[in-house]
């Protein structure tokens, strides 16, 4: 059965850090290609960052950029989020994403996801 589980959420005051983690089963972990996005009430899911299979090549919307940083550990199935500088606007649900295309389907697994609550 196909698991992602996100940790690491809780309450911090505005300028704090965290660092999620998604510790991730029942897929080949190091052929997919890993996300965290984020929602929050009233609002879309917006992707925060993502990451090759390899570990080699990053992505974040420009938004995002020098603030949030994805990494992996496919040693240890896991991906993390280091969220830096906080702001309330960071307040949101963030989901663990895994995802893989090929030419005839795609795969795409979702965590339940873990609450961040950016607040003095």
């Known amino acids: 059965q196909v698991q992602l589980v996100e940790s690491g959420g809780g309450l911090v005051q505005p300028g704090g850090s965290l660092r999620l983690s998604c510790v991730c089963s029942?897929?080949?972990?190091?052929?997919?290609?890993l996300s965290w996005y984020r929602q929050a009430p009233g609002k879309e899911r917006e992707l925060v960052g993502s990451?090759?299979?390899?570990?080699?090549?990053?992505h974040y919307p420009d938004s995002m950029k020098g603030r949030f940083t994805i990494s992996r550990d496919n040693a240890k199935n896991t991906v993390y989020l280091q969220m830096n500088s906080l702001k309330p606007e960071d307040t949101a649900v963030y989901y663990c994403?895994?995802?893989?295309?090929?030419?005839?389907?795609?795969?795409?697994?979702w965590g339940q996801g873990t609450q961040v609550t950016v607040s003095s």
């Open positions: 029942g897929f080949t972990f190091n052929t997919y290609g």
């Open positions: 990451i090759a299979s390899t570990g080699g090549n990053t």
């Open positions: 994403n895994a995802y893989m295309v090929t030419m005839l389907r795609k795969y795409d697994y």
